[in-house]
């Protein structure tokens, strides 16, 4: 006899998967597993102290940038006496405007003032000495003196063709003889310099107005007359400043240390200048 078998409903199943279904919460446009809270707000706060640090970075980017437009090409050196200045790089047949005017306005004043008096600083502080003075050879006087300091700074003239023994015999014959005996002081007073004007690669001219002031030995009166001159220079490798062998060796150093010597000296034309 057949027995009749009842089959089982799956009605319970699909109750229970529908009541799993309705259990898992909806998640509108999301996929993956769900991210518990204290793990997003730990990834925020991640990416936010990320975008701080970007932006912190592209700041230092933009000064960092606009300090080395400043700078662009400029270096810190050491001077010979332990200082530091600031450099730039350049041709090295190139120097600054600046450079130039300087080298000129010292050299001729240091040339073209006299007295009977050495200047020397000993432990910071000036120590004055009596002149006694250098012979120089000159056609029409003979041997006459001339102050040390002046023969000193002439080192900044050309030795080519013999520009600097020349320029020295017509400068002793153009000193007083009273200069280092006490009698007097003449002294270059410069008026104007003027920019300097490019001749070829590494040659300029610069223009210089001024006034010789010679004074008497109390210095109660004194005379003026005009000097204007177009000085031309031009660069020179920078001798090297060698372990001191004598005196002369630092003067030639201290003369041409600016990289720069005066190769001609003559009378300013105002009349062709403002033509």
């Known amino acids: 006899m057949l027995g009749l078998v009842k089959k089982k409903s799956d009605t319970p199943d699909k109750q229970s998967t529908t009541k799993k279904s309705k259990a898992q919460p909806m998640r509108l446009l999301s996929y993956g597993q769900v991210t518990s809270v204290p793990v997003a707000i730990s990834s925020l706060v991640s990416a936010a102290a990320a975008s701080l640090s970007f932006l912190i970075l592209l700041a230092n980017y933009g000064a960092t940038s606009s300090i080395a437009r400043h700078t662009n090409g400029m270096s810190l050196i050491q001077l010979q006496d332990g200082s530091t200045a600031v450099g730039s790089f350049a041709n090295p047949n190139e120097r600054s405007n600046e450079v130039i005017k300087n080298f000129v306005a010292n050299s001729m004043i240091k040339i073209f003032t006299w007295n009977g008096l050495i200047r020397s600083e000993e432990n910071g502080r000036i120590i004055e000495t009596i002149d006694k003075g250098t012979p120089i050879k000159s056609d029409n006087a003979g041997k006459k003196l001339i102050p040390i300091s002046v023969w000193k700074a002439a080192f900044a003239l050309s030795e080519e063709k013999d520009f600097r023994a020349s320029f020295l015999q017509k400068l002793a014959e153009t000193i007083p ?74 003067d030639i150093y201290r003369a041409k240390a600016q990289g720069l010597e005066i190769v001609q000296i003559v009378d300013l034309d105002l009349g062709r200048k403002k033509n």
């Not at 005996?181 to 270059?188: A, R, S, Y």
């Open 177 to 250: 003889d009273g200069i280092l005996n006490g009698k007097g002081t003449v002294t270059l007073i410069t008026n104007h310099i003027s920019a300097p004007r490019k001749l070829e690669d590494g040659k300029w001219e610069v223009d210089m107005v001024a006034n010789l002031v010679t004074f008497d030995a109390e210095r109660s009166q004194s005379r003026g007359v005009e000097f204007n001159k177009t000085v031309t220079v031009r660069a020179i490798d920078i001798p090297q400043n060698l372990p001191k062998v004598n005196d002369m060796t630092q």
